[in-house]
Structures are given as C-alpha cells and as structure tokens.
C-alpha cells in the first residue's frame, strides 16, 4: 500500500481480556517502530524492529506486552490481560532503514484501545 | 533522568513567524533531531530533520546550536492550517543506554 496501515482503528475491550494490534509498514521499509499516545499526552516509544529481530525492547512496560514481526513486514502487538491504564492509542510507524535516527518515520493512523 | 522538554503551548496570528524550541541536554552523540507535526486522530508526519547548523526545505526551518543540546524549529508566516502539536524526536542517552525519545509536544494555535 502507498502508507502504514493499522488494524482495527478502534477496539473495545473487557478487563483481563488479551488483544492483538496489526500493522503493516510501507513495502519494503526494514525498520518498524511501535508507540503509545494516551488521551492528550505524548508518544511513549514501545518497541523497534530491524527486519525480524528487536534489538530495543526498551519501551515495552511490562511483560504483559510483546510484539512479534514475521517476514520482516507485518507486526503484531499484544497485550495480555489488560488493564484499564492500557487504554491510549496505539501508533505504528515504518522507515528504510535502520536504527540511526536518520530515517524519516512513516507513521500509521493508529489503533484507540478502550479497556472497560 | 534524560528528558527532551519543549513548551506546552504556543498561540500564534496567521501570517507571523513561529519558533519552537527542544531541549535535550543528553542527545545521543551520533543522533540527528526529527521535528514531526500531529493533527488530532492521525499519526505524526515528519516536517524536518538535521544534525547540526542550520536546515531548510520548503515547510520549515531548523536552528542547532554547537552544543546540540536543543533546537529550534521555525515555521514562517503560519496559517491557520499550521495549527497542530508538534514534536521533536531525538536519541538520548540514559545511563550508557540510549533511548528514542519523543519530546512531550507543543499545541501549536494559529489564530486570524
């Protein structure tokens, strides 16, 4: 596709109950990032893929987050047992190349969790 | 604790020149400065970028003093279309680790 897609923009889930957010990067972009923006706040920097590999899983608040990207495209974010302080939106963004800052990110439109 | 500040707010008349400035006291030595814009319900889109000096391309000015320890994105003669947060994003050091780091943003209001 011509940008970053994301799905679903929007999901609505229950306490305790895991989720699954999907991105697809910008063909053949090599690096993927992951953030989360709460209502009104900034971008918290969650994880960053080179290819398949995540050298920086810094971000990732707790074990209750993983990420995972197979064939160095699509990647998967999932939260198990979520909470209610996991409601923010969930931003994806793509780059060519690699983990020097000096690639422009193509940013997503997002994923809005609500956790009830 | 590395931190990247930058005002919360800034209001601004169509037609004037705006000045946003970035602190980041421990940039990365090998990190370049991103400057991105936000619309609500999107995702940030990149704006400009350097290193050192002085940058300019056809939206946007960036100022980087030698230290490097903040920069100054300049927005000439703002429209009300310019209205919008905007973020600077670096690479800082914390501790031996380095972390990409979003600054917390600037709402940015343009008014007629």
């Known amino acids: 596709g011509a940008g970053v897609s994301q799905s679903p923009s929007n999901k609505v889930t229950e306490k305790g109950k895991d989720v699954e957010l999907r991105c697809d990067p910008i063909?053949?972009?090599?690096?993927l990032y992951w953030y989360r923006q709460s209502l009104g706040q900034g971008l918290e920097f969650l994880i960053y893929f080179q290819g398949n590999s995540a050298p920086d899983k810094s971000g990732l608040p707790s074990d209750r987050f993983s990420a995972e990207r197979t064939g160095g495209s699509v990647s998967t974010l999932t939260i198990q047992r979520t909470q209610q302080e996991d409601s923010a939106v969930y931003l994806c963004?793509?780059?060519?190349?690699?983990?020097?800052?000096?690639?422009?990110?193509?940013f997503g439109p997002g994923t809005r969790l609500t956790v009830l | 604790l590395a931190k990247t500040t930058q005002p919360i707010s800034m209001d601004s008349y169509e037609g004037q020149e705006v000045n946003i400035t970035c602190s980041h006291n421990n940039i990365a030595t090998n990190d370049y400065i991103t400057w991105y814009q936000q619309f609500p319900s999107q995702g940030p889109r990149f704006i400009i970028q350097?290193?050192?000096t002085k940058v300019t391309n056809e939206v946007a000015s960036l100022f980087i003093p030698a230290d490097r320890k903040s920069s100054t994105l300049s927005l000439p003669r703002v429209s009300l279309s310019d209205t919008a947060v905007y973020y600077c994003?670096?690479?800082?050091?914390?501790?031996?680790?380095?972390?990409?780091?979003f600054g917390s943003g600037t709402q940015l209001t343009v008014l007629p």
């Open positions: 994003l670096v690479g800082v050091l914390s501790g031996s680790a380095r972390q990409l780091t």
């Open positions: 963004a793509s780059s060519l190349g690699w983990w020097g800052n000096t690639d422009t990110q193509y």
């Open positions: 063909s053949g972009h090599t690096a």
């Open positions: 350097g290193y050192k």
